[in-house]
């Protein structure tokens, strides 16, 4: 099956995504990052400006940190340590099944996440990584081409199975998946895959008004977007209630999962403004902070 | 309080309840949908799996309303009325009496299948009916009458057509009269539709039938024996094959078949074997079994016992030649009472006993005046042509008042019927011997008809050969015992002397005798022979219905409206309402 969103006319948020990167970033704060040198405050010891402790010298350690005061007073050499800076690492994984993209809202909002979550890694000098996840399987997406606006999606087969077990997460990186979590097994194969010892992850999920609270009255022959699979059903007001609970509990149930794993979930509407979808609905949960 | 309807043809409007639901499955299209979330539809319909077209009706607001909405204007339309419960009714089912009848009921069968759905129909037109069960020939007077309709139906189930094709016009009238004011009259019939009279109810319960019986038979005598020709008729349209066979006491002939076609008659014939006195032609049964069994009987009629003239007799010679014409008589014996005699006789004195007297002019009268004869109406003359006849009145005589002249030349008698103490005379007032009389065909064929109406007089045993439901006429002592009918096809029939002469064949071919005490009077076969009963190519199933006016009249005078009917019809306007409020919302 030709994957649906190989249009360029979706590229398109992007501009919306780097407009709300300017008010909002991926929760970086509060976090005790490894890595490279970078800008953030390490776990570690490191060379940046902000004092974290005291220790008897040892032989090897560089004497520019030699705290030569203390010296004077006690005779003895000390070392004056200091917080590491490091850039964080993160991992962004994007649900390229169909379904993410089936309504043209819906689709926009996917890349404007995925816009957001690159913008906000590039603007806080992060190490990002990132792997299209499609059919269980996952490729990893060349940042270079994104940036030259070539995606290079994988091509979808028609098997729906959303799993996030072949991902090569980075130690200590920031784990961030992107999906509709349209899937029934999504509380065996993404929830415990995504979580991050004891760390947070992020999961945002795009969705849109069709598939929450759809409009369906007598008979509707249904195309399943990624199975191709056909189905005939009669909808009345009753039906489309149960629907309604059922799509509801399938989300309540994902929340559950969430909180369980240490993950962060934040449903984004697709109808709403970007910006202010993030501002409603992702910030209050801590899905995404503002700058300083 | 008994519910009736009006306007039962409001019923029809429930037919808009299908379209109805029609038009609900039409408006909801299949639409197509590309969707994301099959699993979870998937999941539900597992849950619903049962009853599920049931749920797709239940919820649908505005469907229900609209099926709502007809049912209360079909309410409306059949015009609901509530019997009173003092009501009372009368209704009278009249029965066709023509043995067609019986191939469709009576015959066997539990009655006429569609009577007691129609009857319980007509039961509900008041709170209390009471039932009169006539047939249209009348003969067995009221078969029921009283309020319990299974006594009727019980009755009718028994009942057995039994006569041959008449006008049913008479028991109509009289069930008319019988229920009116208000009533109404059932006819049970096998009629065609155009022959059922109006302005009554009428149940057709005939259908066409491939019918196929002896019509008609005819026995002579040849070179001293005695053949049978019978006619066998098709009456279908298509060709038929029956078989059949002869019984008679000693056995039965080898069946033999036989092919008729279409409308076509065939004759079969055989010689009735000396020893037999009676036998029986048997068809193969067909759904109309009166006409497939034809007993016969081999005839003996009354002999009568007959005084000649003497050999020396003037008139002997003129009334040889009518003598060896006549059959089953014989000369009286000498001491014996003869039944009746020929004899001259002096017109101015009065001839005993039964007889035919003949005037003698003597010297020969004058040649008669060239007046014209003229005949009476009266049996004996009936279709004869008097004008060959040449004879002159004798001289005039006084005649009494008790005497009928049946013919007369000018203003001269010249033959008279006269019933002189109980005996019958044939009075001849002209002389035969100067007349043409006797080679008159008018004149032999009056003298014939006056012995055979002698021969009927007489009391004594025949044996014969009659129709089915013919009227026996048998002579009987007016002052003997009961006259007993004794049938092979029913029960003893006895009545008494003075109503022989109402007494019929039995309806159902078979032999049958009469006996007046130990007297054996009368030994026959009677078959079926009406055509026109047999045929049932016209046969139609219908029901017709008194008219309008008549039945609202009725309704009107057993029943009230429902008072409801205003509340009914706001109902209906507030459902209308609701319904498309609820439509424009689900849309």
């Not at chain 2, 002019?361 to 008669?368: G, I, K, L, S, V």
């Not at chain 2, 005046?369 to 279709?383: F, I, S, W, Y």
């Amino acid at each position: 099956m030709t994957s649906p969103f190989a249009d360029d006319r979706l590229v398109a948020p992007r501009g919306r995504a780097v407009e709300a990167a300017d008010h909002f970033r991926l929760p970086f704060r509060n976090r005790n990052w490894r890595g490279t040198a970078g800008n953030w405050s390490g776990a570690g010891v490191g060379s940046s400006i902000d004092f974290q402790d005291h220790r008897p010298y040892i032989a090897g350690d560089d004497p520019r940190y030699i705290n030569w005061q203390a010296y004077a007073r006690t005779g003895a050499y000390t070392m004056k340590l200091y917080r590491e800076e490091v850039s964080p690492r993160v991992d962004l994984v994007l649900d390229v099944s169909p379904s993410m993209f089936h309504r043209p809202a819906k689709a926009a909002r996917t890349w404007e996440l995925f816009h957001f979550c690159l913008e906000s890694t590039r603007r806080s000098q992060a190490a990002p990584r990132a792997w299209y996840l499609s059919e269980g399987e996952c490729r990893e997406a060349r940042l270079e081409a994104i940036e030259q606006g070539r995606f290079e999606l994988p091509e979808f087969k028609g098997d729906e199975r959303l799993s996030l077990r072949g991902v090569p997460w980075r130690q200590q990186a920031l784990r961030v998946f992107i999906s509709d979590l349209l899937d029934p097994r999504c509380g065996e194969e993404v929830f415990p895959c995504l979580s991050n010892e004891n760390k947070t992850s992020l999961l945002l999920a795009p969705y849109c008004r069709e598939e929450e609270a759809p409009d369906w009255s007598g008979n509707v022959e249904m195309l399943d977007c990624e199975t191709g699979e056909k189905r005939i059903q009669y909808f009345h007001s009753d039906l489309l209630r149960r629907y309604r609970n059922d799509y509801r509990r399938h989300f309540e149930m994902a929340d559950e999962q969430a909180r369980r794993h240490r993950i962060l979930l934040a449903r984004v509407p697709a109808e709403e403004d970007f910006l202010e979808a993030l501002r409603t609905r992702a910030l209050p949960l801590g899905a995404v902070e503002p700058w300083d | 309080m008994g519910l009736t309807f009006g306007n039962p043809a409001g019923l029809w409007a429930l037919g808009a309840i299908p379209v109805i639901l029609l038009i609900h499955f039409l408006q909801r299209e299949t639409r197509r949908e590309s969707v994301s979330t099959l699993f979870l539809i998937e999941r539900l319909h597992r849950e619903t799996q049962k009853g599920r077209r049931l749920e797709r009706l239940r919820h649908s607001a505005s469907l229900w309303l609209q099926i709502l909405a007809v049912i209360l204007l079909t309410w409306l339309l059949v015009e609901p009325r509530w019997l009173r419960p003092d009501s009372v009714q009368r209704i009278a089912v009249v029965l066709d009496d023509s043995v067609s009848m019986r191939a469709f009921a009576g015959d066997g069968e539990a009655g006429v299948p569609e009577l007691p759905s129609v009857l319980r129909r007509l039961q509900r037109g008041a709170a209390e009916t009471e039932w009169i069960l006539l047939e249209s020939s009348g003969r067995r007077g009221t078969l029921y009458s009283g309020s319990d309709r299974r006594e009727l139906l019980e009755r009718a189930g028994n009942w057995r057509p039994q006569t041959g094709s008449h006008n049913a016009a008479p028991a109509l009238r009289r069930a008319i009269a019988s229920v009116h004011p208000g009533g109404s009259v059932l006819f049970v019939t096998d009629r065609r539709r155009g022959d059922a009279p109006e302005g009554i109810e009428v149940l057709g319960v005939g259908e066409p039938i491939a019918n196929a019986g002896f019509t008609g038979l005819r026995l002579e005598e040849r070179e001293g024996r005695l053949v049978w020709r019978a006619l066998v008729r098709n009456y279908s349209e298509q060709t038929e094959t029956r078989t059949w066979w002869a019984e008679f006491d000693e056995g039965t002939t080898k069946p033999e078949e036989i092919r008729l076609e279409p409308r076509g008659t065939l004759a079969l014939s055989g010689v009735l074997p000396e020893s037999a006195d009676r036998a029986a032609l048997v068809l193969e049964s067909d759904r109309f079994g009166l006409d497939d069994r034809l007993p016969l009987v081999r005839p003996a009629p009354k002999t009568l016992i007959l005084a000649a003239p003497d050999a020396d007799s003037p008139l002997r010679a003129e009334l040889t030649a009518f003598l060896d014409s006549l059959e089953h008589w014989r000369e009286a014996g000498p001491q014996e009472n003869a039944d009746f005699r020929f004899a001259t006789f002096n017109p101015a004195e009065d001839p005993a006993g039964s007889g035919v007297f003949f005037a003698l002019a003597d010297p020969a009268p004058p040649e008669h005046t060239g007046a014209p004869v003229t005949a009476e109406r009266h049996p004996l003359t009936e279709n004869l042509a008097w004008h060959g006849l040449d004879a002159a009145p004798v001289e005039t005589f006084p005649l009494r008042p008790e005497d009928t002249t049946l013919l007369w030349r000018g203003d001269q008698p010249l033959l008279v019927l006269r019933e002189n103490r109980g005996q019958k005379q044939l009075l001849v007032y002209f002389d035969l011997r100067t007349s043409n009389a006797d080679r008159l065909p008018a004149f032999v064929i009056l003298l014939h008809r006056f012995l055979d109406e002698l021969r009927g007089a007489k009391i004594a045993y025949a044996r014969r050969n009659v129709h089915t439901g013919q009227r026996l006429q048998l002579a009987v002592d007016p002052f003997g015992e009961a006259v007993t009918l004794r049938s092979e096809t029913g029960p003893e029939q006895p009545v008494t002397a003075s109503r022989a002469s109402l007494l019929r064949a039995p309806g159902d071919p078979g032999f049958f005798s009469l006996h007046q005490g130990d007297n054996l009077l009368l030994e026959a076969a009677a078959h079926f022979a009406d055509s026109r009963e047999a045929d049932f190519r016209d046969a139609e199933t219908f029901r017709l219905e008194p008219g309008r006016d008549r039945q609202r009249e009725h309704l009107e005078r057993n029943s009230h409206r429902d008072f409801l009917a205003p509340l009914w019809m706001l109902l209906l306007g507030g459902v209308l309402l609701l319904s498309w409020r609820c439509s424009d919302r689900e849309t």
